[in-house]
């Protein structure tokens, strides 16, 4: 099984259409959010094109529930702290999911990856200057990042900010998505994390 990380796909799936082409084993997404752009929902005949599962970007949460239910209807789509054990069978990893402004206290204690669409705070979050492209300041959330402190998942992956980053932080290895999927691809297969097929961490 090949698990596919992404962020901020904001409705471009050209990219995911050409990782699943001629696929000789199963893969399943996993989205840090920002799936669709709201103002661009998908149209009635949109399949995903392998099983997907996301947590609520802030896209989704400013689409309204409405549009928060018209992704659920979507062929292969999954709100993913909804099919944890589905995700278990399937993977043999333990999955947890934080939406976007979502500051739980607490996560499950066996916790192999961590996903949420914001980054926590000091942890690959630095923001890019849209006039330079320079990194500057921290920009990740510090509820998110005080469950690292408090839970050590071994991986935690995010999106939201637009930039790949990776960090460790003692037992957790943090990973930034870029948008969209660009590269690089970052995949977990046989528990195994790969970043553009050079493996950074053993589940």
């Not at 962020?7 to 001629?22: I, K, P, W, Y």
């Not at 709201?38 to 399949?47: A, L, W």
């Not at 003692?170 to 097929?197: C, F, Q, W, Y």
Request: hydrophobic share 40%.
């Amino acid at each position: 099984m090949r698990i596919l990380l992404s962020a901020d796909l904001e409705g471009r799936f050209s990219r995911l259409n050409q990782l699943v082409t001629h696929l000789e084993v199963e893969m399943i997404c996993i989205c840090c959010g920002d799936i669709f752009d709201y103002h661009h929902p998908p149209n009635d005949d949109f399949k995903f094109p392998l099983r997907f599962f996301s947590v609520k970007g802030n896209k989704e949460l400013w689409g309204g529930v409405k549009f928060q239910k018209s992704l659920r209807v979507l062929p292969n789509f999954y709100w993913l702290n909804e099919h944890l054990d589905d995700l278990l069978d399937l993977t043999g990893l333990h999955f947890y999911g934080i939406d976007h402004m979502h500051e739980p206290t607490r996560i499950p204690e066996e916790i192999d990856v961590l996903i949420s669409h914001r980054p926590a705070f000091g942890l690959a979050d630095k923001c890019g200057n849209p006039r330079n492209g320079k990194m500057f300041n921290h920009c990740g959330s510090k509820a998110v990042r005080a469950l690292i402190d408090n839970f050590s998942p071994q991986l935690f992956v995010a999106g939201h900010i637009h930039h790949f980053q990776t960090q460790k932080l003692d037992k957790t290895l943090a990973i930034t998505l870029p948008p969209g999927l660009s590269p690089p691809i970052v995949m977990i297969e046989d528990r195994t994390v790969n970043i553009d097929d050079q493996s950074v961490l053993t589940l």
